[in-house]
Nanobody
Framework: QVRVVESGGGSVQAGGSLRLSCAAS????????MGWFRQIPGTEREFVAA????????YYTNSVKGRFTVSRDSAQNSADLQMNSLKVEDTAVYYC????????????????WGEGTQVTVSS
């Protein structure tokens, strides 16, 4: 069993930055590609970004390209999502997830999920 925990959420004004972290338990982290999703209450969970288990390939949804950067440190069983130039519409609960499949863009493509961390961007 793999346990995934997100941290780093909070409140920030539009134009500001936040860095989210994802920590995974066990030695299995290196076997998985990692994705970030976000969800506003009452809506579908939305893909944000993903990084291959090798760390050499990333993919972003169009709305965050150029503003968000995903990275990982396999030695630390962790991954980060650096979010710059934040917009009000980035407000959501952000989730980290692990998948054996590349490229997973849907919730069902992922095997393990964290409980999420709230990001609130105010104008």
């Amino acid at each position: 069993q793999v346990r995934v925990v997100e941290s780093g959420g909070g409140s920030v004004q539009a134009g500001g930055s936040l860095r989210l972290s994802c920590a995974a338990s066990g030695e299995a982290f290196g076997l998985y590609h990692m994705g970030w999703f976000r969800q506003i209450p009452g809506t579908e969970r939305e893909f944000v970004a993903a990084i291959k288990r090798s760390g050499d390939t990333t993919y972003y949804t169009n709305s965050v390209k150029g503003r968000f950067t995903v990275s990982r440190d396999s030695a630390q069983n962790s991954a980060d999502l650096q979010m710059n130039s934040l917009k009000v519409e980035d407000t959501a609960v952000y989730y980290c997830a692990l998948s054996r499949r590349w490229l997973g863009l849907r919730r069902d493509d992922y095997d393990y999920w964290g409980e999420g961390t709230q990001v609130t961007v105010s104008s």
